[in-house]
């Protein structure tokens, strides 16, 4: 049975050393993540995306019949917006209020910064000067450092007995690595997929790309997990022509 799993690997493995690489390249673009929410999380907030950068350098593999493989190495911002759900509501002490105060809005921004390392493997299709890709692949993710700001929206009784609005923002550091005071954990890792549209040039080529990043490992003891949409424009320089 490990013979059998070791043979295509082995096979793989003497097809990249023997393989061409057929060009290299860079692919900045916009990162739109959120977070996978447990069902506690889910019971609670609402989650949507978080805008952010990416910016990777990228070089091409050509594996023959139209396949290429595809290691990456990117800068790519993740995160999330998190919203308490309008029926949910704190006591003030929970959040370091007088005992009559009323939380009744919580808003939680993260930004996380990672350091990615996709390897995909690439079909491509078409001819003449337009071409598209469908990709797949895993990839490690990197954790470091990070930052957040919490918005807390407060209800409390003024003299007359009526009820005003108070707001609060806090912003903090996040913490990124295997300690016990760490945020969340520094190592991701992920199934990738990915499509694009190839524009071909003479030495090289212009692609609009998507790609989806599934995040596989919980981030922390709550279970939170990421989840990535990045649309890029990249060029890859031919190699060799």
Not at 104 to 133: C, H, I, S, W
Request: proline share 4%.
């Amino acid at each position: 049975m490990k013979k059998l799993f070791l043979l295509p690997l082995s096979l793989l493995f003497f097809q990249v050393l023997n393989a061409q690489i057929s060009g290299v390249g860079i692919r900045p673009g916009v990162s739109l993540s959120t977070f996978k929410l447990n069902r506690e999380y889910n019971d609670i907030y609402n989650a949507s995306l978080r805008p952010g950068m990416s910016m990777a350098a990228f070089m091409e593999i050509n594996l023959g019949n139209r396949f290429t493989l595809q290691p990456e190495v990117a800068f790519t911002q993740r995160g999330a917006n998190l919203r308490s759900k309008s029926t949910i509501y704190w006591d003030g002490p929970a959040f370091g209020y007088p005992a009559d105060y009323r939380v009744v809005d919580y808003r939680q921004k993260e930004t996380l910064n990672y350091l990615d390392v996709p390897l995909m493997v690439e079909k491509n299709f078409g001819g003449g000067n337009v071409g598209a890709y469908v990709a797949l692949g895993p990839g490690l993710s990197f954790g470091f450092k990070g930052k957040g700001r919490e918005e807390i929206t407060y209800e409390f009784p003024v003299s007359d007995g009526q009820i005003d609005i108070g707001a609060d923002r806090f912003e903090y550091g996040i913490e990124m690595g295997s300690g016990r005071f760490d945020t969340y954990k520094g190592f991701d890792f992920s199934l990738n997929a990915g499509a694009g549209l190839l524009f071909l040039l003479e030495n090289g080529e212009i692609g609009i790309d998507l790609r989806y990043t599934h995040g596989l490992k919980n981030l922390n003891v709550d279970g939170l997990k990421n989840r990535n949409l990045l649309v890029g424009v990249s060029y890859m320089h031919y190699i060799g022509q």
